[in-house]
C-alpha cells in the first residue's frame, strides 16, 4: 500500500532568548559585548514512523510531550530543525474548534465565514448549510449573536463544519470530546465514517478508549522522545496506563508487556474492590430499609 507519511529522524528546536524583553537597541549592545545567550529547547527529538494509506495513528503521551509541536511539523507548519518529514496527499487539520468566529455575528453568517475561511465557496456552502445546522442540532439559534451559545454549542457548530472536509490526510488534536455525551458519541460515529472512506489519520487524545477504538497504530512520546511506534495499540495504551501510576517508561517491547502484565492485575484488584463495595453497601441498604430480610430464622 502507498505511504501517506513518512518521519525520519526528525527533530523540532526552539530557541529561547530574551529579544522582547530587552529590545533591539540593547540586543546589538549584549551581542557586541558578547553577553547575549540563547537557550535550546527540543520539542521532539529523533521521531521515526511511517504510515501507509488508511491508517489511523494514535499519537499519546502526557502535556509538554510534543504531539502538538509534532503536528504542526506533518502539516507542515513547521520544518523540521533535523531529519524529514514526508507526506502524499492534501491535508486537513482540525484543531482548536472554536477559533475564527465573530462573537457579533449570527450563527448562519459565522457558519458561511468559517466556511470562506476554510477555502468553501458559497454555493457549496448554501448546498451544506442545512446539513451543517441539522447535525449540530441548532435550529433554534440560527439567528442568534454566536457569543449567547453555550461553549458546548459552539464546539458542537465548528464540529460540523469541519466535518465537511474531503482530505487524504486528516489530523485531529483532541476535537471528538465535543459537546455533551449524546454529541460525543454522534461525532465519533461520523469521525469513523470519515476515516472508513480511506483517509489516513492522526488522533492526538488523552482519552485511551478513544484511541484504542479508532486506531490501528500508535505512537507514544514523552518529553519529545520516542517511547514507542507499533501496531499493538493494545499493548502500549495498557503500557502507558501503567505508567499515568507509576511514572515509569519503558525501555523496551519485553519492559511493555511486563506493564501490561502489572496493570492488568492492578484493574482486577480494583475491579474486585469495587465489587466489594459495592456487595457492603447493598447489604447496608437493606439492613436500613428492610432488616427483617437478614433475620436468622
Not at 510531550?65 to 492534501?90: D, N, Q, V
Amino acid at each position: 500500500m502507498a505511504v501517506a507519511i513518512k518521519a525520519e529522524g526528525v527533530s523540532i528546536r526552539y530557541i529561547i532568548g530574551d529579544f522582547k524583553d530587552i529590545g533591539l537597541k540593547e540586543y546589538f549592545v549584549r551581542k557586541l559585548r558578547r553577553e547575549y545567550h540563547v537557550q535550546e529547547f527540543w520539542a521532539d527529538r529523533n521521531i521515526t514512523f511511517t504510515l501507509e494509506q488508511g491508517d489511523m495513528l494514535g499519537i499519546i503521551g502526557t502535556n509538554g510531550a510534543g504531539k502538538s509541536t509534532l503536528l504542526k511539523a506533518i502539516s507542515g507548519i513547521m520544518e523540521p530543525t533535523e531529519g524529514t518529514m514526508e507526506t502524499h496527499g492534501s491535508i486537513a487539520a482540525l484543531l482548536e474548534l472554536s477559533s475564527g468566529f465573530d462573537p457579533d455575528l449570527t450563527v448562519r453568517e459565522n457558519t458561511y465565514l468559517r466556511g470562506a475561511l476554510l477555502g468553501y465557496t458559497r454555493s457549496f456552502m448554501n448546498e451544506k448549510y442545512q446539513e451543517i445546522i441539522d447535525f449540530s442540532e441548532l435550529h433554534d439559534f440560527q439567528d442568534r449573536p454566536f457569543k449567547q451559545l453555550s461553549s458546548g454549542m459552539k464546539s458542537r457548530l465548528a464540529f460540523s463544519i469541519a466535518c465537511l472536509v474531503n482530505p487524504d490526510i486528516l489530523i485531529l488534536d483532541e476535537v471528538l470530546s465535543v459537546g455533551d455525551g449524546a454529541f460525543n458519541r454522534k461525532s465519533g460515529d461520523k469521525m469513523k465514517q470519515i476515516l472508513s472512506s480511506g483517509v489516513t489519520g492522526l488522533l492526538v487524545s488523552h482519552s485511551v478508549p478513544q484511541v484504542r477504538e479508532l486506531c490501528n497504530k500508535i505512537l507514544w512520546i514523552d518529553h519529545g522522545n520516542q517511547v514507542a511506534f507499533s501496531d499493538d495499540v493494545s499493548l502500549y495504551l495498557n503500557a502507558y496506563s501503567e505508567y499515568l501510576e507509576t511514572g515509569k517508561l519503558p525501555e523496551s517491547e519485553e519492559e511493555a508487556l511486563e506493564m501490561q502484565v502489572s496493570w492488568r492485575a492492578r484493574r482486577a484488584k480494583i475491579n474486585a474492590a469495587m465489587k466489594d463495595k459495592a456487595l457492603t453497601d447493598a447489604i447496608a441498604l437493606v439492613r436500613e430499609r428492610r432488616p427483617d430480610l437478614l433475620k436468622e430464622d
